[in-house]
């Protein structure tokens, strides 16, 4: 079965750090431009972080630049998204994507053809 599933969602303080796992199942990551996006209450869900091991393209939406880092496992067949410096508007729920074979970052989400379940991620004091 083709899937992601996805942990390490949590509460936590501004200024914490967090870190999110995706295991895909059914396919091989390293194949496609995978990437995290987030939706925040009463939000459009926007593309935090992608990934693509064809040309070794990364990008990262400019609110997460220098705070978030995204990472591949290939042999754990994972996705990461390490983030660090939490803010209150990072609060969201936070879902792991795969675009079409070919593509390249940034992923549109309209041609995600695979979505994680998504996870929540609160920052809170």
């Known amino acids: 079965q083709v899937q992601f599933v996805e942990s390490g969602g949590d509460l936590v303080q501004p200024g914490g750090s967090l870190r999110l796992s995706c295991v895909a199942s059914?396919?091989?990551?390293?194949?496609?431009?995978i990437g995290w996006f987030r939706r925040a209450p009463g939000k459009e869900r926007e593309q935090v972080a992608c990934?693509?091991?064809?040309?070794?393209?990364?990008t990262y939406a400019e609110a997460v630049k220098g705070r978030f880092t995204i990472s591949r496992d290939d042999a754990k067949e994972t996705l990461y998204l390490q983030m660090n410096s939490l803010k209150f508007e990072d609060t969201a729920v936070y879902y792991c994507?795969?675009?079409?074979?070919?593509?390249?970052?940034?992923?549109?989400?309209?041609?995600?053809?695979?979505w994680g379940q998504g996870i929540q991620v609160t920052v809170s004091s």
């Open positions: 990934t693509s091991a064809r040309f070794s393209i990364t």
């Open positions: 994507a795969r675009a079409p074979y070919g593509s390249l970052c940034p992923i549109s989400p309209k041609t995600v053809n695979i």
């Open positions: 059914g396919f091989t990551l390293k194949t496609y431009a």
